[in-house]
C-alpha cells in the first residue's frame, strides 16, 4: 500500500521538485549554510515524505537502494535540532512517551544499516548528544527509550568499546530501575489493558535482552559462548509472540531492532574472521585500538573469495583509504598459516612509502611473532645490511621494486624463496621507466620464482584487469567501489564588484560517480572580508578559511617546491592564533636542530601549518607526517610527490594547480591525491576544490575530471607501436645507443632485463627465447595472434641484436646486470679502471682516503666519473646550480662528516647567493639527488674496480655517502632511522664487532636506554635534551 502511495506521489511536479531540491541539500549544505527555501506547508511534505521512505524501506524484506537512498537524504534534509522540523517529526512520526530526536537518530541510523552506509551513519550520530535526550518517567516509553539510546550507541561505536559499555550501562539501569516503576505502572490499568501492557513491557524485555547479548558479543569477540544469531532470534521471536497478531507500531519498532542488530553482529571485526589463530589475534589487537567492525569494502572483497588459496594472483582494487592494508595482511597470515617459514615481499613504488608501510605491518603483526623488516633506502647492499636481512628470521621484508630488483640480480639469500609478493599501488606500472622496470620485475620474479603468488593492490586499475591476473597465472580479480567518503569536487570561482562580493560554485560529476548533474551550478554571499588581491589568491583565501574544521587537515596541492613555500607563508599571514602542541614544539625544534638555524618551514608549523616536497629531509618528512596522522596539522602546502604513495589522512584538496613539471596532471595522478580527500570515520564528504580563476583553468580541471583514471597499459607498448623506427635504429652501428637515449622509458628497462637473462642464462635461455618473451604484460594485452607474434619478433630482434653486439664481452654483461647500469655506462667505468690510476688505486676507496676536508681530490676524480653516466645525470640536470665536481665532493664530505645542513649549504656559491628559506629548500633537493645519485654510481664504479663480474663485493662507501655518516657503527643505526646527527654520538652504544648485532637487538638496546643514557649520548652540539632524541627516535625508529 505504502508503495503504492509513493508511486502516485511521485507523480507530482511539486512532489519531485522537493525531493530534488532535498538531494540538492545534501551536497550544498557542505559548501555553504545553504536553506531549502521552502514553506512551512512543504516542510511538513518533506517530512512526510522522509517517513514514507523511511516506514516502506525499513518495512520490506528486500532491499532498494533508491528508496533507501531517497530515505536517507530526506532524514538528513530534516534538521532535527530546529524547533519547527522536530515539531512536524513529532506530529507526523513521534511515539507516545518516546523523544522525538531519540527516534529520529533510531531511523536514520536503521536506514544506513540497510543500506550498507554504516559509517556515514556513525559520523552523522556523533551530532547525537544524550544531555539533549529526554527520558520520560513513563515505564514503557522509559524501557523503549533506553533501548533505542543503547541500539544508537552500538551503531555508534564512538571510541570504540565506550559506546557499547554505555549502551550496556543503559539497560542495566533499566534492570535497577524496573522494581521502582513498573508496579506503579500497571496498576494505572484496567485487568485486560493490564495484561496486555504486561506483555508488551516483557515483550520490551526480551528485545532489550537481545541489546544487550550484542553488545557482550561486541565486548566479548570470539569468546562469546553461544551463537549470536540464534540469541537475537530467540529473544525476538518470543517478543514477537508476546505481541500476539496485532499490527501495532512497537511490533514494528521491534522489527527494526532485530534487523539493526543482526546487521551489527554481521558487520563486526568478528564476523567471518574466525577461520585461523593469527587472523583472532590480530582482530582483538585492532578492536583494542576501537575497531570494532570491518568496513564495507573489506567485507565485500572477503565475501569474493579475496583469500582464494588456489588462486596464483589476486588483484584488489579498491579507492584510497577503504582498507587494502589490513586486508593484505589477512592474506599475509593465511599465506603463513599454510607454511610456517612462508616469506612475503611487500613492494611499494617509493623510498618514503616503504618506511610508512613498513610501520604499519610492525605495529599489526609484530605481536603475532611476524617479523616485520625493510630494505634500506640506499640502492646498494653493504655488508652491515647485508648481515642484517641474513641474521634475523625476516617473515616479511618491504621494499622498493629497485631495491627488490637488486636483491634479485644479486642472488641474495633473503629473497630465495618467496611465497608471496604483495605489489601496492599496482597502476604505477604503466606510469614511464618505473612502470616498465616494475612489469619486467614481476616478468622476471613470475619466472625465477615460478611457486610465488602475487597479490596487486590499486586504487584504480581500469581497463584489463582480468588479463594482468592470467599474465600472473591466473586468479581473482576484485573490483570494490565502496568509498569511505563521498568526493564533491567543486569548482569556485570569487565574483567580486563595488556592490557584489559573491562566491560561485559549481559541483562536477566525474567519471567515478554521477550523483548529480554536472549543471549543479549557483552563488551564496562571501561571508569572509578578504585581504587578497587577485582571484586566484581569494579563492584559496575563501578555502582555507570556509573549509577548515577543528580536528581535520587540508591539503593545498602547488606546482613546485618554491610555490609550496610561498603558500604556506600566505596561510601563516591569514591566520590569527593556534593551539601548538607539545609534538609540533618538538618538531620544530629538531629540524632548526637539523638545519643549523631557525628557518620559515617550522615557524610556519607553529601556527599548524606544515609543508611537504623534496626540499626536506627524509627525517623532517617523517615527522611531518607524524603530525598529520595525529591530527596536529591544519594546513599542508605540498607538490605532486604525495602522488607516488605518501599517505595522510586529509578532509579536503585545494589544487592550486593542474600541472605537474612542464605537463597537465594525468587523470592517475590527479585521482591519486584527490582520492584522499575525506577520512574514513571522519568525514562523509571529501572535498576535492579547484580554482576557475580564469576559463583556461576551469577548461583543463573539468577535462581532468571527465577522463577516467588511465587505461591498463605496458610502457613496453611504446616500443610495438614504434616498430619501423625500432628495427631502423637495430641495423645501424650505434643504434643501441640511440634507443636508449630515444626511449628511455621502454628501451632501457627492457635491456638491463635482457642484460639478466643473458648472463644468467645463456645457452638455456636462448633455446626458450620465444618464451621468455611472452612473459612480458604488452604480450597479453595484445589482442590478436598476429600483434602477439610481431611483438615476440621485435623483442628477439631487439635480443639477438644485443647479444652480438656485446657477445665478446660478457663481463661488461654481468658487471651490468648486477649493479643496474647500462652495458655502455660500464665499459665507460672499465675504461677508466684501465687508464685512470686514481680511480683504479684500492687505497683509494678507504673512507678516510676519499672523504678528507683537507684534500677532495680522491672524490672529485670518482665524481668526474659518476657525472658522465647516463643513469646519473649528476652533471647535466641541475637548473640551480652550475655542475662542479670539486664542489659536489666537498659537500660529499661535508655532509658524510655530519655537517648542519645550513653549513654545508653555504659550500656552493649557486646556493650561497639565495635568500635563506629558498637556499635551503633548493638545497636540500639538491643534496637528496646528490646524496641517492653518488652513492649509486660509487657503488658501481667502486663493485667494477675492486670485484669481479660473477661476485661483486658489497662495500660500505655508497651507504656512506646516502646516509651521512663516515663509519659503520653509525650507519647501521641510520639504518634503523636514527637521526644523523644523532647516529655519531650513539654508535658508542654498539661495544665490540657490530657483526654481533641485528636490527631487533639494536632496536632492543636502544628502547632500553636510560634517561642518563640519552643525556650522555646526546649531540654535543644540540639544542635538543636527552629525552627530546628519545621522543624523536621513538617517533623515528619502529
Known amino acids: 500500500m505504502n508503495r503504492q502511495i509513493l508511486d502516485s506521489l511521485i507523480q507530482d511536479e511539486s512532489i519531485r521538485s522537493l525531493l530534488e531540491k532535498s538531494a540538492d541539500a545534501y551536497w550544498l549544505s557542505e559548501i555553504y549554510d545553504y536553506n531549502l527555501g521552502i514553506s512551512d506547508n512543504e516542510q511538513e511534505i518533506l517530512v512526510r515524505l522522509a517517513v514514507l521512505y523511511t516506514t516502506l524501506s525499513l518495512s520490506e524484506e528486500g532491499k532498494d537502494t533508491k528508496n533507501l537512498e531517497y530515505a536517507y537524504k530526506l532524514l538528513l534534509a530534516i534538521k532535527i535540532e530546529d524547533s519547527n522540523y522536530l515539531s512536524l517529526f513529532e506530529k507526523i512520526a513521534g511515539i507516545d512517551e518516546v523523544d522525538s530526536t531519540l527516534l529520529y537518530y533510531f531511523l536514520l541510523s536503521s536506514i544506513a544499516l540497510k543500506d550498507d552506509n554504516t559509517i556515514s551513519a556513525r559520523i552523522n550520530l556523533k551530532q547525537f548528544y544524550s544531555d539533549n535526550i529526554i527520558i520520560t518517567e513513563d515505564w ?83 569468546s562469546y559462548p553461544k551463537r549470536i544469531e540464534n540469541v537475537i532470534r530467540v529473544h525476538i521471536d518470543m517478543a514477537d509472540k508476546l505481541l500476539g497478531n496485532t499490527q501495532n507500531r512497537l511490533k514494528d519498532i521491534i522489527k527494526i531492532i532485530s534487523n539493526d542488530l543482526k546487521a551489527i553482529c554481521l558487520n563486526s571485526i568478528w564476523s567471518h574472521t574466525a577461520f585461523q589463530d593469527k587472523i583472532r589475534l590480530l582482530c582483538e589487537k585492532k578492536s583494542q585500538s576501537g ?148 612489469e619486467l620485475l614481476m616478468a622476471l620474479l613470475k619466472r625465477e620464482r615460478p611457486n610465488a603468488k602475487f597479490m596487486l593492490l590499486s586504487p584504480f586499475l581500469h581497463g584489463k584487469k582480468n588479463v594482468m591476473a592470467e599474465w600472473l597465472g591466473g586468479g581473482n580479480t576484485i573490483q570494490i567501489d565502496w568509498k569511505p567518503a563521498e568526493k564533491l569536487l567543486i569548482g569556485l570561482k570569487n565574483h567580486k564588484t563595488e556592490h557584489i562580493d559573491e562566491i560561485k560554485y559549481e559541483l562536477l560529476a566525474s567519471a567515478y560517480d554521477t550523483s548529480f548533474k554536472s549543471e549543479t551550478k549557483g552563488a551564496f554571499n562571501n561571508p569572509y572580508k578578504l585581504q587578497s588581491s587577485s582571484e586566484k589568491d581569494r579563492i584559496l583565501e575563501f578555502a582555507t578559511k570556509h573549509f577548515a574544521e577543528t580536528g581535520k587537515t587540508q591539503l593545498i596541492l602547488c606546482y613546485g617546491r618554491g610555490t609550496a613555500n610561498k603558500r604556506a607563508g600566505f596561510i601563516y599571514n591569514l591566520m590569527n592564533s593556534f593551539a601548538e602542541t607539545e609534538e609540533i614544539a618538538l618538531v620544530r625544534k629538531y629540524i632548526d636542530d637539523e638545519i643549523g638555524k631557525e628557518t620559515t618551514l617550522t615557524k610556519y608549523l607553529s601556527k599548524g601549518i606544515a609543508i611537504h616536497h623534496a626540499g626536506l629531509s627524509d627525517e623532517a618528512k617523517l615527522l611531518i607526517e607524524y603530525l598529520i596522522r595525529e591530527k596536529q596539522i591544519k594546513y599542508v602546502c605540498a607538490t605532486t610527490t604525495i602522488a607516488e604513495g605518501v599517505n595522510f589522512p586529509v578532509s579536503s584538496v585545494f589544487f592550486d594547480d593542474y600541472r605537474k613539471g612542464n605537463t597537465v596532471l594525468s587523470s592517475n595522478d590527479f585521482w591519486n591525491i584527490a582520492g584522499r580527500a575525506g577520512r574514513t570515520l571522519v568525514d562523509n564528504f571529501g572535498k576535492i576544490i579547484m580554482p576557475f580563476h580564469t576559463p583556461r583553468s576551469e577548461q583543463v580541471f573539468k577535462g581532468i575530471i571527465q577522463r577516467s583514471s ?18 631502423s635504429y637495430l641495423s645501424q652501428e650505434r643504434g643501441i645507443y640511440d634507443l636508449i637515449k630515444n626511449y628511455p622509458d621502454s628501451f632501457s628497462p627492457l635491456f638491463q632485463y635482457f642484460v639478466h637473462l643473458l648472463t644468467t642464462g645463456q645457452n638455456a635461455y ?77 687505497a683509494g676507496w678507504q673512507p678516510n682516503v676519499m672523504f678528507n676536508k683537507r684534500d677532495n681530490s680522491n672524490l672529485t676524480e670518482k665524481i668526474k ?49 639565495l635568500k635563506d628559506d629558498e637556499r635551503m629548500t633548493e638545497f636540500m633537493k639538491k643534496m637528496n639527488d646528490i646524496r641517492f645519485k653518488t652513492s649509486w654510481g660509487l657503488s658501481a664504479l667502486e663493485g667494477i674496480v675492486k670485484g669481479n663480474q660473477d661476485e661483486i663485493q658489497d662495500s660500505y662507501i655508497p651507504s656512506l655517502v646516502y646516509y651521512g655518516v663516515d663509519s659503520e657503527k653509525p650507519l647501521a643505526l641510520r639504518m634503523l632511522g636514527i637521526p644523523r646527527s644523532l647516529s655519531f654520538s650513539l654508535a658508542n652504544i654498539i661495544d665490540g664487532d657490530l657483526k654481533d648485532f641485528s636490527y631487533s637487538s639494536l632496536r632492543k638496546k636502544i628502547k632500553g636506554l636510560s634517561a642518563s643514557d640519552w643525556d650522555n649520548f646526546k649531540p654535543k652540539k644540540s639544542n635538543l635534551t636527552g629525552d627530546e632524541w628519545r621522543r624523536i627516535v621513538e617517533i623515528l625508529m619502529k
Open 291 to 438: 575497531i570494532l567492525e570491518l568496513l564495507p569494502s573489506q567485507r565485500n572483497a572477503l565475501a569474493q573469495k579475496l583469500l582464494d588459496v588456489y588462486a596464483n594472483a589476486t588483484i584488489l582494487q579498491m579507492p584510497t583509504s577503504a582498507g587494502k592494508t589490513l586486508l593484505a595482511e589477512f592474506n599475509i597470515i593465511v599465506t603463513k598459516s599454510l607454511r610456517s617459514d612462508a616469506k612475503i615481499i611487500y613492494v611499494v613504488p617509493s623510498r618514503a612509502l616503504v618506511n610508512q608501510v613498513y610501520y604499519d605491518l610492525k605495529s599489526d603483526l609484530s605481536d603475532l611473532g611476524i617479523c616485520v623488516e625493510k630494505t634500506s633506502s640506499a640502492i646498494e647492499i653493504d655488508p652491515t645490511e647485508n648481515e642484517f636481512l641474513t641474521c634475523d628470521k625476516i617473515d616479511i621484508l618491504v621494499s622498493t621494486p629497485e631495491k627488490l630488483d637488486l636483491l634479485i640480480r644479486r642472488k641474495h639469500p633473503s629473497v630465495n624463496d618467496i611465497s608471496l609478493f604483495i605489489i601496492d599501488e599496482a597502476h604505477t606500472i604503466g606510469n614511464g621507466q618505473r612502470g616498465a622496470r616494475l
Open 140 to 222: 514503557k516509553g522509559r524501557v523503549l527509550s533506553k533501548i533505542l539510546y543503547a541500539l544508537i550507541l552500538l551503531i555508534r561505536k564512538d571510541n570504540g568499546f565506550v559506546d557499547v559499555k554505555q549502551a550496556l550501562q543503559a539497560i542495566t539501569e533499566l534492570q535497577s530501575e524496573q522494581e521502582k516503576f513498573e508496579e506503579n505502572y500497571l496498576q494505572n490499568f484496567q485487568y485486560k489493558e493490564e495484561v496486555k501492557e504486561a506483555l508488551s513491557l516483557l515483550a520490551l524485555y526480551h528485545t532489550s535482552k537481545a541489546v544487550v547479548e550484542t553488545a557482550h558479543y561486541l565486548i566479548d569477540g570470539y
Open 710 to 727: 588511465d587505461e591498463l597499459a605496458s610502457v613496453l607498448a611504446e616500443l610495438f607501436i614504434n616498430e619501423n623506427s625500432v628495427r
Open 766 to 842: 636462448a633455446v626458450e627465447v620465444e618464451d621468455m618473451f611472452k612473459d612480458s604484460l604488452q604480450y597479453y594485452l595484445l589482442e590478436t595472434e598476429e600483434q602477439r607474434d610481431k611483438f615476440v619478433q621485435l623483442c628477439k630482434s631487439i635480443y639477438q641484436s644485443i647479444e652480438l653486439k656485446y657477445s665478446g664481452t660478457l663481463g661488461a654483461l654481468q658487471f651490468a646486470d648486477k649493479t643496474g647500469f647500462s652495458v655502455p655506462s660500464v665499459l665507460k667505468i672499465m675504461r677508466e679502471k684501465s687508464q685512470n690510476g686514481i680511480i683504479s688505486d684500492l
Open 865 to 913: 666519473v659518476i657525472a658522465t653516466l647516463k643513469e646519473t645525470n649528476l652533471g647535466t640536470d641541475s637548473k640551480e646550480a652550475s655542475f662542479s665536481p670539486e664542489l659536489i665532493a666537498k659537500m660529499v664530505t661535508a655532509w658524510v662528516k655530519g655537517d648542519k645542513l645550513n653549513s654545508i649549504s653555504l659550500i656552493h656559491p649557486s646556493y650561497k647567493t
